[in-house]
C-alpha cells in the first residue's frame, strides 16, 4: 500500500506543520493551494503516489548566508541573506529578490512556492525561485545599498546563471539596486548574461518591465469585469502600497477610466475623494521611489486628502480593490467590510496579501478575486521576456511587448476559467488559478521520475 493512501488534507497539513516549525507564511500558502489540489487530485492516483504536491512544497534547495557590509560611519553590519530555489521543472528557477526587515526563510519560502505556480501560469519556461535579505534599505546613503548590494552578489552568484537561476526585483529592490548587483556579478564573473531582470535599458533590459506587475494586474480586472459585461470606467478603486505595483496599477486604472482613492505605505494610508490622477502619480513616484519619503507628506502636497496613520484603505466604499504592498495585508474583518461596501472586484498585485479568512470571505462572497499568482504575473512573464530577447541579444519594441503582456494576462485568465468555472456564472480564480499552475509543473515532474 502507497505510503499516502490515508493522508487526506488536514493529515497533508499536519506534516507541512511539523516539518516547517514557526513559518506560518509558508504554512498557509501551501494550505490556500492544498486546499484545491486535494479536490483536484481525488481521482489522479498517479499525482498521490509519486507525492507530486509533498514535493513541490519542499524546496530544491534553501540557501542561507551571511552578508557584511560597513557603513558610512565605519562601523561593520551582519545581514543574513538567503536564496530559496523551489522548483526547476519547467525551466531555470526564476523569482525576485527581497530586502525588508521582515524577510524571514518562511517568507521567502512562501513566495518561492507562490511563484512556481504564478511562472507556471505565464506559460513561459520558469521555474520558482525567491531570495533576498533582512536588510533595511530605509534610512541608509545611496553608498551603503550598493556596498549591501555587492556583498550579497559576493555570495549569490555561485548560485544563480541564467540557464539555472534567475533574480530580480521585489520590495525594497528596484532598478538601482539591480544595477549594484549586476554590476557585481558581471565583476565577479567577467560574464555579461541575462543574469537578473529589471536591468536598465542600456545594459539588457525590457521596455515595459518596471510597468508590468501593476499593469497586468490591472488588466485581469478588465478581464474579470469584462465576464460581467463591465468596464473600469467611472468605477472607483481603493489601492494600498505606494510601489512600484502600486503606483503603476493606478496609472492604468486612470488611463481605463477609474478613479483611485487610496494609497499607502507602512505608516498608514491617504485617501483622496477628488482622485489620484496622474500629475498625483508622478509626484508618488518621485516622492516615494526617488526620494524614499512618507505617504502621509501626500496631504501636504495635495491638502483634500486626509491621512489615516497606521490604517489599511479597506474601509473606504469601493468598486474595486487592489492589495498592492505586502502579504497579510488584507485580512478577514477588511474582506467583510469591502464585500459589505458593494466591492466587486479585487485584483492583488501583492503576493498573498489576502489572509486565508480574507480569502474564504470572498470565495463565499462570490465576488471576482484573483490571487496573485494569477494578476500580479505580469511583472515576471515580463521579466521572461527579458531573458528571451537577453538569449536573442535584440530588444523587441515596446507595442509588441504591450501586446504580449495582454495576450499573456488573458492566457492567465482563460486557465483560470478552464478550471476554475464553478457554474452558475461564478468563477473561482483562486482553484482556477491553483490547478492550472499545479498541472503543469506536475506533469513535467512526472516525465522526471522520482529526482
Ligand atoms: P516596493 O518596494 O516598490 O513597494 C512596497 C510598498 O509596500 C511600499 O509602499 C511599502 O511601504 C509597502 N509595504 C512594504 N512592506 C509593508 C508592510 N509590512 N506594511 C505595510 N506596507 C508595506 O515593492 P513592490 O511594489 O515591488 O512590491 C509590492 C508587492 O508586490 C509585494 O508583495 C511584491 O512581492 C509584489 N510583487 C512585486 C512584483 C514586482 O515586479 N515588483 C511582481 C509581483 C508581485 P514603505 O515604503 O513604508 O515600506
Ligand atoms: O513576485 C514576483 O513575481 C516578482 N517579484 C517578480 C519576479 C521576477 O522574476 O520578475
Redesign the pocket.
Known amino acids: 500500500m502507497a505510503v499516502t493512501d490515508h493522508v487526506d488534507l488536514n493529515g497533508f497539513m499536519e506534516g507541512v506543520k511539523k516539518r516547517n516549525p514557526h513559518q506560518p507564511e509558508f504554512v498557509q500558502a501551501v494550505q490556500e493551494v492544498a486546499e484545491d489540489i486535494f479536490e483536484f487530485m481525488e481521482d489522479k492516483e498517479e499525482y498521490h503516489s509519486q507525492q507530486i504536491l509533498r514535493r513541490i512544497a519542499e524546496p530544491d534547495r534553501v540557501v542561507s548566508f551571511r552578508v557584511c557590509w560597513e557603513d558610512d560611519a565605519g562601523n561593520i553590519r551582519v545581514q543574513r541573506g538567503w536564496r530559496v530555489q523551489n522548483n526547476n521543472a519547467i525551466g531555470p528557477y526564476k523569482g525576485?529578490i527581497?530586502f525588508?526587515p521582515?524577510v524571514t526563510e518562511s517568507v521567502l519560502k512562501f513566495?518561492a512556492f507562490e511563484q512556481t505556480f504564478k511562472n507556471a501560469l505565464t506559460g513561459l519556461p520558469m521555474g520558482g525561485g525567491k531570495g533576498g535579505s533582512n536588510f533595511n534599505p530605509?534610512g541608509k546613503s545611496v553608498r551603503e545599498i550598493m556596498r549591501f548590494c555587492q556583498s550579497f552578489m559576493t555570495e549569490l552568484y555561485r548560485h544563480i546563471g541564467a540557464d539555472i537561476d534567475v533574480p530580480?526585483?521585489?520590495?525594497?529592490?528596484?532598478g538601482r539596486e539591480i544595477g549594484f548587483m549586476f554590476g557585481q556579478y558581471k565583476r565577479i564573473t567577467n560574464n555579461f548574461t541575462g543574469v537578473l531582470t529589471?536591468k536598465g535599458l542600456e545594459w539588457g533590459g525590457s521596455l515595459i518591465r518596471t510597468e508590468?506587475?501593476g499593469y497586468g494586474a490591472v488588466y485581469f480586472l478588465e478581464n474579470m469585469l469584462a465576464t460581467k459585461g463591465e468596464n473600469l470606467e467611472g468605477k472607483t478603486a481603493v489601492i494600498?502600497?505606494?510601489?512600484?505595483?502600486?503606483t503603476h496599477a493606478a496609472e492604468k486604472i486612470v488611463q481605463l477610466g477609474g478613479k483611485v482613492l487610496t494609497l499607502?505605505?507602512?505608516?498608514g494610508f491617504i485617501h483622496d475623494p477628488d482622485g489620484i490622477d496622474q500629475e498625483k502619480i508622478d509626484w508618488v513616484k518621485t516622492h516615494?521611489?526617488h526620494r524614499r519619503g512618507?505617504?502621509e507628506e501626500y496631504v501636504e502636497a495635495f491638502p483634500k486628502a486626509t491621512f489615516h496613520a497606521g490604517k489599511t484603505p479597506w474601509g473606504v466604499p469601493c468598486d474595486v480593490a487592489l492589495p498592492?504592498?505586502?502579504?497579510n495585508?488584507l485580512l478577514g474583518e477588511d474582506a467583510k467590510m469591502l464585500v459589505a461596501n458593494g466591492c466587486r472586484a479585487v485584483s492583488e498585485?501583492?503576493?498573498m496579501?489576502t489572509d486565508l479568512d480574507g480569502v474564504h470571505t470572498f470565495k463565499h462572497a462570490r465576488i471576482l478575486y484573483a490571487p496573485?499568482k494569477a494578476s500580479?504575473?505580469g511583472?515576471?512573464a515580463v521579466s521572461g521576456l527579458e531573458m528571451s530577447q537577453n538569449s536573442e541579444r535584440r530588444s523587441w519594441k515596446e507595442e509588441e511587448l504591450q501586446q504580449m503582456l495582454k495576450d499573456i494576462m488573458s492566457g492567465i485568465h482563460n486557465s483560470c476559467i478552464r478550471y476554475g468555472d464553478q457554474g452558475g456564472g461564478y468563477i473561482d480564480y483562486v482553484k482556477g488559478a491553483n490547478i492550472a499552475g499545479f498541472k503543469k509543473v506536475a506533469d513535467a515532474m512526472l516525465a522526471f521520475g522520482v529526482v
Open positions: 525576485g527581497r525588508h521582515s513566495l530605509k530580480a526585483g521585489d520590495i525594497g529592490v528596484g529589471g508590468a506587475t494600498s502600497g505606494s510601489g512600484n505595483v502600486a499607502s505605505d507602512s505608516g516615494k521611489t512618507r505617504i498592492c504592498a505586502t502579504q495585508e498585485g501583492a503576493n496579501p496573485g500580479n504575473a511583472g515576471v
